[in-house]
C-alpha cells in the first residue's frame, strides 16, 4: 500500500515565524500535491508539484512556497506565518504512469496547525 | 472547471445498501469521475473511479449515467466504518484541478 506520512499530525507555532511541514511518500510517485481543509471551504489546492524541482501553483498560493529536491519529499513552506494560515494541512501523491487523471490521490493523514 | 454538487448529509441503516448520488452536468469527454471519502482525523481515501463504464472494487460500486451527467457511489452493506464524509470529484485531463466540494456525510445507523 502506497504510504504518505506527514511528520506532525499537531504543530502550533507563533505569527511570524517560518513554518516546515514535511511530507514523504515511499511509492516512487512523480505527482505530489498540498491542500488546506478548513470547515465550510472543503479542500483547496495550494501547489503542486509534477517532479522533482517542479512546482506549480494551485488555487491559494499566496503566503506558501514549496520545495521538492527529492522524488520522494514535498515541503510546504509558510514563509512568515499568520492566524488566518491555521488549517489542517494534507499532502497527497499520484503516480503519472497513464494518464494523470485515471490515477488516484493518496493522501496523508494530515497536520493541524495553529498559529497564535 | 467541471463541478459536482452532492447532498449535504445522508441516512442509512447497518447493513443495508447505500446509493450516494452525485451531479456533473459540466464534465467534459474526458473528465474521470472519482469518489474519495474521509473518515474523522483523517485524510481523504480513495474509493473508486471511472470514465464511462460502471466500476467494482472491494470498496464499492460506480454506477456512471450514460451521459455522464450524474454517477452514484454504492456501498453495498453500510457498516458503521462507513460513516464518513464522501467526495466526489472531476478531474480534468491534465489531472490537476481535483476539486474537492463540502461532499457528503453519511451517518450510519446501528
Known amino acids: 500500500d502506497v504510504k504518505v506520512t506527514q511528520s506532525s499530525r499537531y504543530l502550533v507555532k507563533r505569527t511570524g515565524e517560518k513554518v516546515f511541514l514535511e511530507c514523504v511518500q515511499d511509492?516512487?510517485?512523480?505527482?505530489m500535491f498540498w491542500y488546506r481543509q478548513d470547515p465550510g471551504l472543503g479542500l483547496r489546492l495550494i501547489y503542486f508539484?509534477?517532479?522533482?524541482?517542479?512546482?506549480e501553483k494551485g488555487d491559494i498560493p499566496e503566503g506558501y512556497s514549496v520545495s521538492r529536491e527529492k522524488k520522494e519529499r514535498f515541503s510546504l513552506i509558510l514563509e512568515s506565518a499568520s492566524t488566518n494560515q491555521t488549517s489542517m494541512y494534507l499532502c497527497a501523491s499520484r503516480t503519472e504512469t497513464g494518464l494523470r487523471s485515471n490515477q488516484p490521490q493518496h493522501f496523508g493523514d494530515g497536520t493541524r496547525l495553529s498559529i497564535l | 472547471d467541471a463541478k459536482t454538487t452532492q447532498p449535504n448529509s445522508m441516512e442509512s441503516n447497518e447493513e443495508e445498501p447505500v446509493h450516494l448520488p452525485c451531479n456533473h452536468s459540466?464534465?467534459?469527454?474526458?473528465?474521470?469521475i472519482h469518489w474519495y471519502r474521509q473518515l474523522p482525523s483523517q485524510g481523504p481515501e480513495y474509493v473508486i473511479h471511472?470514465?464511462?463504464s460502471n466500476v467494482n472494487n472491494r470498496m464499492a460500486s460506480l454506477a456512471i449515467a450514460e451521459d455522464r451527467k450524474s454517477s452514484t457511489l454504492i456501498l453495498h452493506r453500510a457498516t458503521l466504518r462507513d460513516a464518513a464524509v464522501y467526495y466526489c470529484i472531476s478531474d480534468d485531463n491534465y489531472g490537476q484541478n481535483f476539486v474537492f466540494g463540502p461532499g457528503t456525510r453519511l451517518s450510519v445507523l446501528p
Open positions: 511509492m516512487d510517485h512523480e505527482n
Open positions: 459540466t464534465i467534459s469527454g474526458t473528465d474521470y
Open positions: 508539484s509534477y517532479d522533482v524541482k517542479m512546482k
Open positions: 471511472g470514465l464511462t
